[in-house]
């Protein structure tokens, strides 16, 4: 009547052991939804600016547009750590000198490059197109984030 100690114990069905292990899984981002996202915190931070376009709400001043661009982006590591989502370079990515544009009106267009990763793999490549002028501290438009598939066939320099 009583159970052999000596014995095995008797295992647990296969599917409840998965069942109590598994995390509840959230679909991975695709390269728009990040994009878009993304383009939404900018946004976001950009309405936390004064309309001079120089000193946050905050009281925080700016003395050129890369602070601005910094304020535009910072919390946004943070916020997307929290669903597993990193970048390969810090957002918006490495500065690159090569990639800036000027344009006829004064205005200049630097492009940031960084890949998106989803739990460590790669899910999509960013471009920060980043407008500004080298005569003002305000930048003469937000930036904007273009999220592209990893297979895209432009480089890093056409946006």
């Known amino acids: 009547m009583f159970a052999n100690t000596n014995?095995?114990?008797?295992?647990?069905?296969?599917?409840?052991?998965?069942?109590?292990?598994?995390?509840?899984?959230?679909p991975a981002p695709t390269p728009q939804s990040l994009g878009d996202e993304i383009q939404a915190y900018?946004?976001?931070?950009?309405?936390?600016?004064?309309?001079?376009?120089?000193?946050?709400r905050?009281?925080?001043?700016?003395?050129?547009?890369?602070?601005?661009?910094?304020?535009?982006?910072?919390?946004?590591?943070?916020?997307?750590?929290a669903r597993d989502?990193?970048?390969t370079n810090a957002f918006p990515g490495p500065l690159r000198?090569?990639?800036?544009?000027?344009?006829?009106?004064?205005?200049?267009?630097r492009r940031f490059w960084t890949i998106a990763l989803h739990r460590g793999c790669p899910i999509a490549r960013i471009c920060t197109l980043f407008f500004h002028r080298h005569d003002q501290v305000k930048l003469p438009q937000p930036p904007r984030v273009v999220a592209y598939?990893?297979?895209?066939?432009d480089g890093e320099d056409h946006a």
């Open 7 to 26: 014995s095995p114990p008797l295992p647990l069905a296969p599917s409840l052991l998965v069942f109590s292990y598994m995390e509840p899984s959230t």
């Open 42 to 56: 900018v946004v976001e931070r950009q309405s936390k600016l004064l309309a001079s376009g120089e000193a946050s």
């Open 58 to 81: 905050d009281g925080r001043r700016f003395s050129w547009c890369g602070d601005i661009l910094d304020f535009l982006a910072e919390g946004l590591d943070e916020k997307l750590a």
């Open 85 to 87: 989502i990193t970048f």
């Open 97 to 109: 000198l090569m990639d800036e544009e000027q344009q006829p009106n004064g205005q200049h267009v």
């Open 149 to 153: 598939a990893l297979d895209h066939q």
